[in-house]
């Protein structure tokens, strides 16, 4: 594998069009995230109402949507990023993304106050039994799962503890280096979870704007993903990498 760089996901704005900017660019592709029951696009609609990016897309278009931006992506592997609240409910529309993408992102990781008063998003980092539920069925669909999660939202022992009694289930971890109030990312912890995880893919996450700073966050982690910094265009570094 010679490219380490992923494009994280953004709401409302990493789709296949926007992918299609950067051909080439990245090893994984990351789209969404998306909504896949009624209770996470409601949701998604007051976070928009609000004005943010997000994306709403109607349910019953959801199934040709998807299908359609993961086709757009033929230069990389391609994971969808999802939210749900109902797994039942979103069960066939995972079925679909299964069957197109390369890989499924569950989001363990937004804080919009409309994502976490369902109790889904980085609350799914607490509560063990429902983030159990949904892996449970997301297993079955036999398709490469990857969570995204944040640091420092619980202490990272418990982090650790509470990914532990699923590990099972996962391949990967797409880890976002969050450090509340500093400008940089917390490595001490992405190593921490690096020794706990040996056997997953480890994906580092936020504030790799530099060569020096990818180089760094690579010491404890198989990949490196971008957001923020591809919007401002400080990607030249990925050439030299």
């Given amino acids: 594998m010679g490219c380490k760089v992923v494009l994280a996901p953004m709401a409302g704005i990493t789709d296949g069009d926007f992918c299609k900017k950067y051909r080439g660019l990245f090893y994984i592709y990351t789209i969404g995230g998306y909504n896949l029951d009624k209770a996470t696009y409601l949701a998604s609609k007051r976070i928009e109402g609000r004005g943010r990016k997000e994306f ?69 980092l607490r509560n063990v039994k429902l983030l159990s539920s949904f892996l449970e069925k997301l297993y079955s669909l036999d398709k490469p799962l990857f969570l995204k999660i944040r640091l420092n939202y619980i202490e990272t022992e418990e982090l650790i503890k509470n990914l532990s009694l699923v590990r099972e289930y996962f391949d990967g971890l797409h880890v976002d280096c969050f450090y509340p109030g500093k400008d940089y990312p917390d490595i001490e912890g992405l190593k921490r979870i690096r020794e706990s995880f040996e056997d997953k893919t480890i994906i580092g996450n936020n504030s790799i704007t530099s060569l020096e700073r990818a180089k760094e966050m690579l ?23």
Wanted: proline share 2%; hydrophobic share 40%; charged share 25%.
């Fill in 56 to 124: 709403s897309i109607p349910l019953k278009d959801f199934d040709s949507y998807i299908v359609n931006e993961i086709n757009k992506i033929d230069f990389g592997l391609v994971s969808v990023n999802v939210r749900f609240l109902n797994i039942d409910e979103a069960l066939p529309r995972l079925k679909i993304i299964s069957e197109h993408a390369d890989i499924i992102e569950l989001n363990c990781h937004c804080r919009q106050r409309e994502i976490t008063e369902l109790g889904i998003g980085q609350e799914l």
């Fill in 219 to 241: 010491k404890y982690s198989n990949l490196i993903s971008v957001a923020r910094a591809v919007l401002k265009n400080k990607i030249d570094w990925i050439y030299k990498l």
